[in-house]
């Protein structure tokens, strides 16, 4: 089946830095979103990307739809504490409904 | 997008017994999708409810131990059979956001310990 890397798998960074996170996979991918999950919630989507190149925007959120379409990143720019949370990746395949997510990036924000 | 209200939202149960969660959309969505995160873990997919038809199962998830029911188009449930300890997980019910934005709306989830 389809596997997602994520990394990292957590960072601790300054408030006010930058921050990087990606996702590659072991085949091509449709569609890629990106999700935060707060302790105690369900993960809300952040951003949807469909398709290759695509370069997106959400406040200080952007994310890549990699041209290979086995990869995605996302970036957070000057951090701030309520950045705090873990971030998915998740993928779908062309002509399946099926989302895979990958293992996720905790990210910690020291104020 | 469509609201998502998942109960309980935790709750703790003996081995053995089971547990349904209810999952209520605002809206009339075609498939409903119930996943399981385990501590410290990603999303697994247990299985796609569609309604007026038998839920489809992943690989490594049976209907004996996890029966789900779809009765209508904003409702569904699933029954966490004859739990034990390894049960304990976070699950989450999702639907498709809506039928302009693409990606998929999450409930807030019920926590589960089995003891």
């Known amino acids: 089946g389809q596997q997602l890397n994520q990394s990292p798998q957590s960072m601790f960074i300054q408030e006010g830095e930058d921050v990087s996170m990606n996702c590659t996979s072991s085949?091509?991918?449709?569609?890629w979103l990106w999700y935060k999950q707060d302790p105690g919630e369900g993960p809300v989507l952040l951003i949807a990307l469909y398709k290759a190149g695509e370069l997106t925007s959400n406040g200080r959120l952007t994310a890549q739809f990699g041209i290979t379409r086995k990869d995605s990143f996302l970036n957070i720019s000057a951090s701030i504490p309520s950045d705090v949370g873990i971030y998915f990746c998740a993928g779908q395949a062309r002509g399946y409904q099926k989302v895979t997510f990958g293992i996720g990036t905790k990210l910690q924000v020291i104020p | 997008s469509a609201v998502i209200s998942q109960k309980p939202s935790r709750d703790i149960c003996q081995r053995g017994t089971s547990l349904t969660i209810q999952c209520q959309v605002d809206s009339q969505v075609t498939m409903m999708f119930w996943y399981r995160q385990q501590p410290g873990q990603s999303l697994t997919l247990i299985a796609t409810a569609n309604q007026g038809s038998e839920a489809t199962y992943e690989s490594g998830f049976v209907i004996d131990k996890f029966p789900i029911s779809r009765p209508n188009l904003t409702f569904s449930t699933l029954t966490v059979s004859n739990m034990s300890p390894e049960d304990s997980s976070i699950y989450l019910c999702?639907?498709?956001?809506?039928?302009?934005?693409?990606?998929?709306?999450f409930g807030s989830g019920t926590r589960l310990t089995v003891v």
């Open positions: 999702s639907v498709e956001m809506d039928s302009v934005n693409y990606g998929y709306t």
């Open positions: 085949s091509i991918f449709n569609t």
